[in-house]
């Protein structure tokens, strides 16, 4: 499996830098990766925009972490319209492969997230986990009278389920395929910010089979130097 981090973006390399410079790169990282349980996770995929101080930054971690695998970066020369499009950058490394899509900058304090491999099934082709929210920058499940997920709404808190923003794809190559019908119906990136709900909407519009268990959390979104220096 495969953990994506798609960050190719001005504000988190300004971040990042700012965490180099007061020495806490490197416990940011950390925290960021006791997130996940990491045996189950055979390569870290890192997609940034161009920068020498991130790029270092992360080689030197990751080179000298004893509990990555393998590791790869791809560096952007210009942002991307959103998260989806910055993934798809990395659809050499991705092919047929189970991918999980996350952000460096959300950390679970409370536990580490289950990676484990058997949350897939013969039917299941992604998994996103949810928790209770009431925060309007989350993504949020609409369910029918049979408590089934019929539809996600970006930054629209129309239930108190919130996706995480992990995403577990089965098959990076259909995810593709769904992203690229979505490309063909809006005329591409220009038109539109995509995100992923976007994409699981395409499945779900499918009835292919998408999961969504309810974890009990403690979630932060690390969007400031403030912001990390309180949760230590």
Known sequence: MILLFPQATRDFNILFEKLVNESLADDFLNKAF???????IEKVLFVILENNVVNNHLSEFLKESNFIEDF?????????????????MAISSLKNKNVIIS??????IDDQLNLDKNYFNEDNQVICPI???????LSYVLRDDLGNVIQ???KKNISNEALLGVYFIKDFSLFFKNCHELLIKYKGFKNRTFYTSDVINCYLSKNM???FPKINTNYVK????DDFKNLK
């Not at 928790?131 to 920058?137: P, R």
């Open 34 to 40: 006791q997130s996940y349980r990491m045996d189950d």
């Open 72 to 88: 790869e970066i791809i560096e952007l020369k210009k942002e991307t319209s959103g998260s989806i499009c910055t993934s798809l």
């Open 103 to 108: 952000a460096l900058d959300q950390i679970i």
């Open 131 to 137: 928790f209770e929210a009431n925060d309007q920058s």
């Open 152 to 154: 996600l709404f970006e």
């Open 209 to 211: 089979k998408c999961n």
């Open 222 to 225: 690390i969007r400031s130097l």
